[in-house]
């Protein structure tokens, strides 16, 4: 199957940036969607970014549109999210996730990313 290993989070002042990575190994090649989700305390967990593996159509919760940036990198099996201008309710786990083509999800651990006042 398909392994995750994240890097990144923290926290970070309001205002400012923050990059999380996340890099596949193991049956990456199954792989079809690349996706960021987050969950903050007492919410369910939501999609804040996605993007194909394929054909690189990405698409962004409203909450990070404009703000936060999905990319990938076919050659090192990654998928980064860039998050500038954090506010305060963005404060959560963020969660990697892949989707193969056999349609299994599969989830990072999860990091932390806490924006301060």
């Known amino acids: 199957q398909v392994q995750l290993v994240q890097s990144g989070g923290g926290l970070v002042q309001a205002g400012g940036s923050l990059r999380l990575s996340c890099t596949a190994s193991?049956?990456?090649?199954?792989?079809?969607?690349m996706a960021w989700y987050r969950q903050a305390p007492g919410k369910q967990r939501e999609l804040v970014a996605s993007?194909?593996?394929?054909?690189?159509?990405?698409r962004y919760a409203d909450s990070a549109r404009g703000r936060f940036t999905i990319s990938k990198d076919n050659a090192k099996n990654t998928v980064d999210l860039q998050m500038s201008s954090l506010k305060v309710e963005d404060t959560a786990t963020y969660y990697c996730?892949?989707?193969?083509?056999?349609?299994?999800?599969?989830w990072g651990t999860g990091a932390l990313v806490t924006v301060s006042w």
């Open positions: 993007i194909n593996r394929i054909v690189g159509m990405t």
């Open positions: 193991g049956r990456y090649w199954k792989i079809i969607t």
């Open positions: 996730n892949v989707r193969t083509s056999d349609n299994v999800d599969i």
